[in-house]
C-alpha cells in the first residue's frame, strides 16, 4: 500500500471515529439532562463552627440509555444545598468519578460529606432544624463536567 492509501484509510477510520464519539456525548448529553437526584438520607450530624453531616444521594437515569464513563470523563464536581424556600445553605465538593448509570435505574453514592457555614446559614438555622428532622426539606442540585462540557442537574 502507498502512502497516499494509508492516509486515505487513516483519515477515514479518524472520521468514524470522530462520528461515533460525536453521537455519543450528544446521546450522553441527552441522558445527563435528564438526570434526576433525590436525598436518601442524612447522618453524622454535627454542629461546631459549622454543621457537619453525611448525605446519601440517589442519582436516577430515567432514560433508555446507559452510562458508562470509566476514568474522569464524567465527574460530579459539586453538590449545593439549599432550602424549600431556596435559600442556599452551602456546597459540598464530592469530586466522583467512573461513574455508572444503567438505562431506567439508579445509583446510591452515600456517606458524601457536607459541611455548612454558620456565616452562609445566617438566621436560618430554624429552617435547619427543620430540615435535619426531614430531608425532603432539603433541596439539592449538583454541577456534572462531562468531556469538558458542564451540566446542572436541579433535584
Avoid at 454535627?46 to 436516577?60: A, G, L, P, T, Y
Avoid at 460529606?113 to 435547619?128: K, Q
Avoid at 426531614?134 to 462531562?146: C, H, P, T
Wanted: net charge neutral; proline share 3%; glycine share 6%.
Amino acid at each position: 500500500m502507498n502512502l497516499k492509501a494509508v492516509l486515505s484509510l487513516g483519515a477515514l477510520a479518524a472520521t468514524g471515529f470522530f462520528v461515533f464519539g460525536k453521537d455519543k456525548f450528544s446521546e450522553y448529553s441527552n441522558v445527563l439532562e435528564n438526570l434526576k437526584m433525590d436525598i436518601k438520607g442524612i447522618r453524622n450530624i454535627s454542629f461546631n463552627r459549622e454543621i457537619s453531616f453525611k448525605v446519601d444521594v440517589q442519582i436516577s437515569n430515567p432514560t433508555n440509555i446507559s452510562i458508562d464513563i470509566p476514568g474522569n470523563q464524567l465527574v460530579i464536581k459539586n453538590l449545593h444545598f439549599y432550602t424549600l424556600s431556596g435559600k442556599k445553605l452551602g456546597t459540598a465538593f464530592p469530586n466522583i468519578a467512573d461513574i455508572n448509570l444503567p438505562a431506567n435505574n439508579y445509583r446510591l453514592i452515600t456517606n458524601i460529606p457536607v459541611s455548612l457555614s454558620m456565616a452562609e446559614i445566617g438566621n436560618n438555622i430554624a429552617e435547619i432544624l427543620d430540615i435535619i428532622g426531614d430531608k425532603d426539606k432539603l433541596k439539592i442540585a449538583a454541577d456534572i463536567e462531562a468531556f469538558g462540557k458542564s451540566f446542572t442537574i436541579n433535584a
